[in-house]
């Protein structure tokens, strides 16, 4: 609580906003000659934590120059150095109990809440509040009360700072006090996304919404706020946060339609694209993985993805291209997925049947009981014509697990007619 007081009266002090019936010199104005020095020497005191000494040279500073501003700095030093009394003693030589410097009386009540006097600084911030208007001043009555465990008190005068101008910290002050103090767990909810809706989820706003949601655990709250906090702030680890929201409810449509727009994961989104059989997607983002990491792997995928997207697969320019990358990736990684789609492409539309066969035998050094590969060596023995070898191969082929693959079975069809013809022709 003292560090939150003590922000909030640096606010004051250092934005503009003191009040005093005598006209302050420029602070950038050099009034005597060991002006400067005696800064530097004050602010090496406050470096080294010898707050004393920092008050006492701010203090020679403000007697030198009549500058409020090195005042106030002398007595913030004396609050670091916990010297409460002797703030509030100075504070009372200065003001005589009038009220035309603000800032000194937010020192003093400051003072006075360290020195657990609450009542008396409850006292002084009310009136202090009343000749003010100051938000500011209206959030330290209400931590006053909240000290004194007075949260309804506390509560009114939030809102009545809040009703000035709408102040998103005012606002943050009041839905903690309402959803840990007085348990009114939903009205703290509603309170902030009623803010955000008029006036946009901000960081604070939104990281006090996540903080509550995530002690509801409401996952909807949660992606409803990260989405709105990442429009702000384009960060990946709030990124992380929505794909693995998105996970959990296996929302991959939403979740897809996220990484497009917000580029924050285009490995996930090509798994995506590759699960939903998006071919035509899988191609363009495989293609600019490529392009920004330089992995050979992503070219393999952007060529089998070009092919797999074409509707017309006869398109003897789209296979060559297709052949080309693929023989640009077996060059760097001879990996044996590849070596099989090369090998295939080659025998299924009979550009080189035998070559294909090559490729797919390499693949098999690697795989040798693969499902897949054997079935692909077979149809190259049809393609050439081999029958015997094609049928023998392919019934092996249909005793391994995944042998009854539409695909397998398509070819086993074909490869029994083709030996029934072999047969009637010796005939």
């Known amino acids: 609580m003292y560090n939150y007081l003590v922000v909030l009266l640096l606010l004051f002090l250092f934005s503009g906003c003191s009040i005093s019936t005598k006209p302050q010199l420029a602070s950038n104005k050099k009034v005597f000659e060991q002006e400067d020095k005696i800064i530097l020497l004050a602010l090496r005191a406050e470096e080294l934590k010898n707050y004393t000494i920092a008050s006492d040279l701010f203090n020679t500073l403000y007697k030198k120059s009549a500058k409020k501003e090195y005042l106030y700095r002398s007595l913030k030093n004396d609050l670091s150095a916990k010297q409460y009394a002797k703030v509030i003693k100075r504070v009372d030589e200065i003001t005589l109990g009038n009220f035309n410097d603000f800032n000194l009386i937010r020192i003093k009540i400051v003072a006075l809440i360290n020195l657990n006097e609450l009542e008396l600084a409850k006292t002084i911030s009310i009136l202090l509040v009343q000749e003010s208007g100051e938000v500011n001043d209206y959030i330290m009555v209400s931590e006053i009360y909240v000290k004194l465990q007075k949260y309804d008190t506390a509560l009114k005068y939030l809102e009545s700072a809040y009703a000035k101008d709408y102040n998103e910290k005012v606002l943050d002050r009041l839905s903690v006090i309402l959803y840990v103090n007085l348990d009114r767990k939903k009205e703290a909810i509603a309170q902030l996304e009623s803010h955000s809706l008029i006036h946009k989820c901000s960081k604070l706003i939104c990281n006090r919404l996540l903080s509550f949601y995530s002690d509801k655990n409401d996952i909807d709250g949660l992606l409803s706020t990260y989405l709105r906090l990442y429009k702000i702030e384009k960060d990946e680890k709030i990124a992380q946060k929505i794909i693995q929201i998105y996970g959990?409810?296996?929302?991959?449509?939403?979740?897809?339609?996220?990484?497009?727009?917000?580029?924050?994961?285009?490995?996930?989104?090509?798994?995506?694209?590759?699960?939903a059989k998006n071919y035509e997607k899988a191609t363009l983002i495989a293609n600019k993985l490529y392009e920004d990491t330089a992995e050979i792997d992503y070219l393999g995928q952007n060529a089998i993805f070009t092919y797999e997207s074409a509707k017309d697969k006869n398109d003897v320019k789209m296979q060559n291209k297709v052949i080309n990358k693929l023989k640009r990736v077996i060059q760097v990684d001879d990996n044996a997925l590849y070596l099989n789609y090369l090998g295939y492409l080659l025998i299924d539309h009979e550009i080189d049947v035998?070559?294909?066969?090559?490729?797919?035998?390499?693949?098999?050094?690697?795989?040798?009981?693969?499902?897949?590969?054997?079935?692909?060596?077979?149809?190259?023995?049809?393609?050439?014509?081999?029958?015997?070898?094609?049928?023998?191969?392919?019934?092996?082929?249909?005793?391994?697990?995944?042998?009854?693959?539409?695909?397998?079975?398509?070819?086993?069809?074909?490869?029994?007619?083709?030996?029934?013809?072999?047969?009637k022709g010796k005939q």
Not at 356 to 374: D, W
């Open 248 to 275: 959990y409810k296996k929302d991959y449509i939403k979740l897809m339609t996220f990484l497009e727009n917000s580029s924050s994961d285009d490995k996930l989104l090509l798994q995506l694209y590759i699960q």
């Open 354 to 423: 035998k070559l294909g066969i090559e490729y797919i035998e390499k693949a098999l050094e690697q795989q040798p009981n693969s499902t897949y590969y054997l079935d692909s060596k077979a149809w190259g023995y049809y393609k050439l014509g081999e029958c015997l070898k094609a049928q023998k191969l392919i019934l092996e082929v249909m005793k391994l697990e995944g042998g009854d693959e539409p695909e397998v079975l398509k070819h086993y069809e074909k490869i029994k007619k083709c030996r029934k013809i072999k047969n």
